[in-house]
């Protein structure tokens, strides 16, 4: 992958044809120090992901990891936390349940109670 310096402060990238959508300049204050952390390492294959015409993605959800229900003060929303395909359990998020039923049925057969 080539670069051009733009200017100072700006970097133009040379991208796959692929990703044509993707702006491909940035500015030099985007750059950050690469500490390669081999335990949370992992190779996600460009190919597999399908990008949207935005330039976007949806990834599916790998499984749940968690349910609870968050009480406010005049209702319960039940909540799961979700593990992405591409993420391991660490990067897992809380996401509401009738989004996910609603979006990914198939992934809450899994048995996880509801606390």
Same mark, same amino acid.
């Given at each position: 992958?080539?670069?051009?310096?733009?200017?100072? #402060?700006?970097?133009?990238?040379?991208?796959?044809?692929?990703?044509?959508? #993707?702006?491909?300049?940035?500015?030099?204050?985007?750059?950050?120090?690469?500490?390669?952390?081999?335990?949370?390492?992992?190779?996600?294959?460009?190919?597999?992901?399908?990008?949207?015409?935005?330039?976007?993605? /949806?990834?599916?959800?790998?499984?749940? #990891?968690?349910?609870?229900?968050?009480?406010?003060?005049?209702? /319960?929303?039940?909540? #799961?936390?979700?593990?992405?395909?591409?993420?391991?359990?660490?990067?897992?998020?809380?996401?509401?349940?009738?989004?996910?039923?609603?979006?990914?049925?198939?992934?809450?057969?899994?048995?996880?109670?509801?606390?």
């Amino acid at each position: 992958m080539n670069t051009d310096r733009i200017g100072a #402060v700006a970097y133009r990238l040379a991208l796959l044809d692929h990703l044509d959508r #993707v702006h491909n300049m940035f500015h030099s204050s985007m750059l950050r120090k690469f500490l390669r952390d081999e335990d949370c390492y992992q190779h996600i294959d460009i190919g597999k992901i399908e990008l949207q015409p935005d330039a976007t993605y /949806v990834e599916p959800p790998y499984r749940i #990891v968690d349910r609870i229900n968050q009480i406010l003060r005049n209702k /319960v929303i039940p909540l #799961v936390r979700i593990q992405g395909s591409h993420h391991n359990e660490a990067e897992s998020t809380w996401e509401r349940e009738d989004i996910i039923r609603s979006t990914f049925p198939d992934i809450m057969d899994e048995g996880i109670p509801i606390y």
